[in-house]
């Protein structure tokens, strides 16, 4: 165990699947596991006495949860049921969280893996070489500085890269679909005044963005699908730009072998690839005062109020009412979910 506290999350619905990354991760690397079965009941057989303890939930144990202001607020039949284990593995005590697809298996020695989480979110030098690896002139011999560590690192993927399904299709057509891909080694801070896709296969966070870490409602009972992690990722980031915390990519990267289909797929994100157009202006207008003291909850609660509000004021969004009316009941799911942190005395 690392004396930092690591729960790791993963959902599933595919007890084969589930089975075959339970083996793949043995010797489990992390302190807790919590397992969130997409399903009415807790049906899979998921015990391996080779594991660390693991926590199973379903939605039966969601709605049980005396926690939970509305169980609504987590997705049903999508990935981003997750976020319910992000809220129990806060409140298991994790330092870290880290969530992983039940299709990604480690591309090395698992405990390497969680080494590799944690250092990129711990100090790091201020002065880097210009150009990767290369000790370019102007570098400091001896004080390079210190930055603060990132509060969320998003981990790559080796084997088969997170496109989307037009993409796929298309690189299929034309011949260039690799079934090997290969990211570059490395870490890197992303820049603050940038957004970039946020893919939720392989990422840690620390337990004080736990508010930030909100992903919209996909699946049942929502018009959008597959693009939980993008507009969590467009939240996290528009709110840590304001906090003035800093973000990584790259390493761990973990082996990806896609459990999806490009043309199913394709079904599932047809409405989200025209409302992906729109969410992140949305989110981008947010009022966030420089003046006021803020915390990672805070923003979540401005975000929230700023979605309702946006539903009723936001001009351009009538050409596309299902966003509309979307933003409108994300605000208040968004709302109960920082509820919870209040209720359990985050501020």
Not at 206 to 225: F, I, Q, V, W
Request: one cysteine or more.
């Amino acid at each position: 165990m690392t004396t930092t506290k690591v729960v790791t999350v993963v959902a599933s619905n595919r007890e084969d699947g589930l089975q075959k990354f339970l083996r793949a991760w043995i010797p489990a690397p992390w302190d807790e596991l919590i397992v969130v079965e997409d399903g009415p009941q807790r049906s899979m057989a998921i015990e391996d006495g080779r594991q660390r303890p693991i926590h199973h939930f379903s939605w039966a144990e969601i709605t049980e949860d005396p926690d939970v202001i509305d169980p609504a607020t987590f997705s049903r039949r999508d990935s981003a049921i997750k976020m319910y284990g992000f809220w129990a593995a806060v409140r298991a005590g994790a330092d870290v969280v880290i969530a992983l697809d039940d299709d990604c298996f480690p591309s090395g020695l698992p405990e390497s893996f969680i080494a590799a989480h944690l250092a990129s979110l711990s100090q790091r030098t201020r002065w880097v070489p210009s150009i990767d690896e290369s000790p370019t002139r102007g570098l400091p011999y001896f004080d390079h500085g210190t930055l603060p560590g990132a509060v969320a690192n998003m981990g790559l993927w080796q084997g088969v890269a997170d496109y989307d399904a037009p993409q796929t299709l298309a690189l299929h057509r034309s011949g260039n679909l690799r079934h090997s891909f290969n990211p570059p080694a490395g870490n890197r801070l992303m820049h603050p005044q940038q957004y970039w896709p946020f893919c939720a296969i392989n990422i840690a966070f620390r337990r004080e963005l736990a508010p930030l870490m909100y992903m919209p409602k996909m699946g049942e009972g929502s018009p959008y699908r597959r693009f939980d992690d993008i507009w969590c990722g467009v939240i996290l980031q528009r709110c840590c730009r304001h906090l003035g915390l800093l973000l990584a990519a790259g390493e761990p990267h973990i082996q990806h072998i896609r459990a999806s289909d490009a043309l199913i797929n394709l079904e599932k994100e047809a409405p989200g690839i025209r409302a992906n157009e729109d969410f992140w202006k949305v989110i981008e207008a947010t009022p966030l005062d420089p003046a006021k003291r803020a915390t990672p909850l805070t923003c979540a609660e401005a975000v929230a109020t700023h979605l309702t509000s946006a539903s009723r004021n936001e001009d351009r969004l009538t050409r596309n009412m299902t966003l509309l009316g979307y933003l409108a009941e994300e605000g208040t799911r968004m709302q109960n979910w920082c509820k919870m942190f209040r209720n359990a005395g985050w501020e």
